[in-house]
């Protein structure tokens, strides 16, 4: 099988789609090394986290000819390249389908992270909301099938765009092997001395911005027992200035540290040194954080009400968005107990396992020939 994928994200995109994409040309590419894997991006930017992309066998990367029109290119006039080199089935890895597709002999598989442009349309400006569900539309209609990320997201997708449930399959996600990877003690000293981080500390890692919902992991703070330490990691954005204006009115500047530039690298360390990893988001399409901490042996707190249930599974804790005090108390639990961590971490492991790559990858190929195989 020849197969296409949308890899502008794998080679242009440092986070969440961009890690998505690499997951999953790398799993299934590594585990089915049987088939042509395609990678169609506007533009290659030399990075060494992608250089293992080039290093896959089987596997090519195009570009188009003029990076003039490399915005047109990937949106429609990719389709030539596709059926010029024999492409039989094109995945679209983060919402899109190039247009003409349908109309084409190519099978297609559609992802979908996420519906939060019409969840909290509030976080989006009006023009960027009316693009994103114009090409989304027409993707979910020229798709033969879709990827779901998670159950909540196939919810989302028959509540508020009408896509028929059959055409819908739930298909998780891995997170980079290197987070699983036990940091040496002299990597943690490494980093602990880089940012002179606290014995213990609850850790919590993503964009700071509203959605992600920050303010209420700050306020939770002031209804902790004890000084309860708190490293948040993530790029800022307008929202951290009434992070910190809530910090500082309540003389907490001395228990939260920003860190705004942390290597990919040193993230596992981070992750394998916290006592408790929180994610309070009140909404998400998968929530790749809880997962990279239950992997990294972190008992974890995170939001109720969106999907964050299914990656952090039964024996994680779930708070409330809007109840500070809630969380504070499940962070005491958790704090104060030896015991009760190690039942979570034991448990957090033994759910991580539905997560394996070689049985993410394959299902992926499952799908894919299903897909191919139908008339």
Not at 12 to 29: E, F, H, M, P, Q
Request: proline fraction near 5%; charge should be positive.
């Amino acid at each position: 099988m020849t197969i296409g994928y949308d890899a502008k994200r794998a080679f242009l995109n440092n986070t969440g789609l961009g890690n998505y994409s690499r997951w999953l040309i790398k799993a299934v590419a590594s585990y089915y090394p049987g088939h042509e894997y395609r990678l169609y991006t506007p533009q290659v930017k030399e990075n060494r986290h992608y250089a293992f992309l080039k290093k896959i066998p089987h596997t090519h990367i195009f570009s188009p000819k003029s990076k003039l029109l490399s915005s047109w290119w990937r949106s429609k006039g990719i389709v030539k390249d596709l059926q010029a080199d024999g492409v039989q089935l094109y995945h679209g890895l983060s919402h899109e389908l190039p247009f003409g597709i349908r109309q084409s002999n190519i099978k297609c598989v559609l992802t979908v992270h996420d519906l939060i442009f019409m969840r909290f349309p509030q976080y989006f400006g009006f023009i960027n909301r009316a693009i994103y569900k114009t090409k989304l539309q027409y993707a979910c209609k020229a798709a033969d099938h879709i990827i779901a990320i998670s159950h909540k997201t196939k919810q989302d997708l028959i509540e508020l765009l009408k896509v028929d449930s059959s055409k819908i399959e739930v298909l998780y996600q891995g997170c980079d092997p290197a987070i699983k990877l036990h940091q040496s003690d002299a990597q943690r000293k490494l980093v602990k001395k880089k940012y002179d981080l606290p014995k213990r500390y609850v850790l919590t890692v993503g964009t700071i911005e509203e959605r992600k919902n920050l303010l209420l992991l700050a306020k939770s703070l002031l209804h902790t027992k004890g000084s309860v330490p708190l490293i948040v990691v993530g790029k800022p954005t307008e929202y951290l200035d009434k992070v910190k204006a809530f910090i500082n009115a309540n003389n907490l500047t001395q228990r939260v540290i920003f860190l705004h530039d942390v290597s990919f690298d040193e993230l596992p360390a981070l992750y394998q040194m916290a006592t408790l990893f929180v994610y309070p988001s009140r909404y998400e399409g998968f929530g790749i954080p809880v997962l990279e901490a239950i992997n990294s042996g972190v008992p974890v707190i995170a939001a109720k009400g969106s999907c964050l249930e299914e990656a952090g599974g039964p024996d994680s804790l779930y708070t409330d968005p809007d109840d500070e005090q809630e969380l504070a108390k499940h962070i005491n639990r958790i704090w104060n107990s030896p015991a009760v961590r190690q039942q979570m971490i034991a448990k957090g492991f033994d759910y991580a396992r539905n997560f394996d790559d070689e049985k993410l990858a394959g299902q992926l190929m499952q799908l894919y020939q299903n897909t191919l195989n139908h008339a």
